[in-house]
């Protein structure tokens, strides 16, 4: 994208918009078709004949850039961006439309478009809103098809190097190449790129300065893009953040939607989280760190300070209702911040009051424990099959001796699961360190204790133990594990870590010998791998096989408290689980009796009546007392009669 370009547009619509009226609108008009007729250019593959070349977009971005760097350069004139631009269809031209196949997603709902927008000045919502377009029909696809085809260039001569092959010749190898070199034109433009980013940070403000209720009509794009275009700056044009006053990007934790606050998370922890605590370092340290007190944001904003550790905590558990693949690295990304927070005695207050909200506790810690039990079986599951290709790959009689059609397949499915490998592993370790450090508070770790998440807990823990002890895990070899984050002997010792933190608690020991993973051989090895490897010392070591026995004696008391219940009536028994209820429940949304304990861990999950999948709050389930006092009864002859006999 030649620069003169953009520069000639720029100069030419500037004299156009103080020729009069009837220019201004020309051009008014002109921007705002080319904004409809490229509707689509932010699809993940455009029709390429329906819409504008990448050039023209990016050259529009630059002009609308240069139109709003009066609001960059001078934060009263950001003041005057009306939002009610966005409810004015005669104003944005249908750019904004809220209907139709077109629309654009507001924040919220519910948005008030009677109220009349007739601002003072409507050149500058004007440049605001329509440069905050384009940027989303331009910089911002075209920073997801840059890191794409960067991402495939590596491939590629990975590829090549298996193959043996000369990379610096292949001419697939070149043809990908000049894409990415042509591209790095504009998508690495110091001038360009550090007016975005002027611009996003102008436009955090905006967010910031608004009303609640004008902030939901403001398009979700805005917010999304914002997030797209800093994590790119990280990635890939690290030094041109440099000088930049990010302040107003920290501030905005405001975001309601699921998906938004953990694109958020992201660039938190990707622009934000100073050097040392994590493995980025291109971000200039001047980035991190307010300009007014020289500290960094994290450990001296105000309101980060009160509010950012439980709304972390609680967005843990909501990016359960992002994607898939998107949650492992939304939870990677947080759990690394979280810590950074722990350690920071700033923030210890703020982690205090924590344990006063249980309701956003339970769904951070569910989300702990559901990724645990989902992700790190599929790890220990692909990791072999990673080391059977190496070793394939690495003898080439045997894989020279293949087809092309069959080292494609086996290369094909070998890359995948390196891919959900590196993708998932790193959010395990997080995760396991995390709960390492947050239950050396005991305030915190009771909160893990209670009824509902210690079965949880117990079964996630040994599920893992037996992962790594049970099916010789810390055996397993791979090359280059590093770049993995495969270290079996680290992820042994903070699960044991965890599992010495709970071990004097007598809830934990019950639910650890009811787990259906416990088996005493499991929990002997365990201890005596610690031992032989060194990986507790002291009274973490005596608390882990202190909790081996008493696991033990637990187990079988249990096995002659079952005994009671072989004849249990029908009615004591939990509808769900099939197990004796100690504490029953009525549903009040569809009649049920289930144990407590049932459907408040269903509920961690589920916001439904299992029964009839209605609507299902903590206020539908009272306590069955009639049915308590039968059981209880009926528990306590069962028992006199077994002491008797």
Sequence with gaps: MPPRVPRRMSIKASRLLIAGEEARNMVIQWFTDAMLVNVNASATRPDRTKVSSTEFLLNVSVVLLKLSEPMMNDSKKSLLVDPGLVNSPKDHGGVYDTTGDDHLPRLGESIDTTKPYNPDNKFIPFCFFFCSRALG?????????????????????WNIQQQNGDVRSDPRLNQILGIQYAREIYM?????????????????????????????????????????????????????????????????????????????GDVLHDIFLPHGSDDRSDVPTSVTCDPLTGGPYLTTDKLALETLAPSLLLLYGEVEHTGHYEKNGHRTKIAKLLKFLWESPEHKPAFRRITEDMTSFRKFANGIVNEMNEQFVSVMERLPAIRTVQLQMANSLEWGALSEEEREQITERHEENEQQVKRVLPLCNSVMKMLGFLNTDNDIRDM???????????????????????????????????????RPKDMLQDV?????????????????????????????KAVKTCMKLNLLVGESMDLFALLETKVSESSKLIIGEEDLFVDAPDEFMDPILSEFMTDPVLLKTSGNIVDRKTITQHMLNDSMDPFNRKPLTIDDVVPAVELKKKIDAWLQEKREAKMQS
């Design 448 to 486: 893990f204790l209670s009824p509902e998440m210690c079965p949880r807990l117990a079964n996630m823990l040994l599920h893992v133990l037996t992962k790594l002890i049970g099916a010789r895990g810390m055996d397993l070899k791979v090359e280059n594990p590093e770049s993995y984050n495969f």
């Design 137 to 157: 029909l331009s910089i911002v696809p075209e920073s997801q098809a840059f890191e794409n085809i960067n991402y495939h260039a590596r491939r590629t001569a």
């Design 188 to 264: 690495v433009s110091p001038t360009y790129i550090a007016d975005v980013f002027s611009f996003y940070n102008m436009a955090a403000g905006v967010l910031l300065r608004i009303g609640k209720d004008e902030l939901k009509a403001i398009p979700e794009h805005i917010v999304s893009d914002l997030c797209t275009v800093m994590d790119y700056g990280a990635d890939f044009t690290p030094t041109l953040l440099s000088g930049g006053d990010f302040g107003n990007i920290f501030r905005l934790t405001l975001v309601r939607n699921y998906n938004l606050r953990a694109k958020l």
């Design 496 to 524: 044991c870590v965890v599992f010495s933190s709970f071990a004097a608690a007598e809830e934990f020991q019950l639910e650890c010998a009811k787990s259906g993973y416990y088996t005493p051989e499991l929990m002997s």
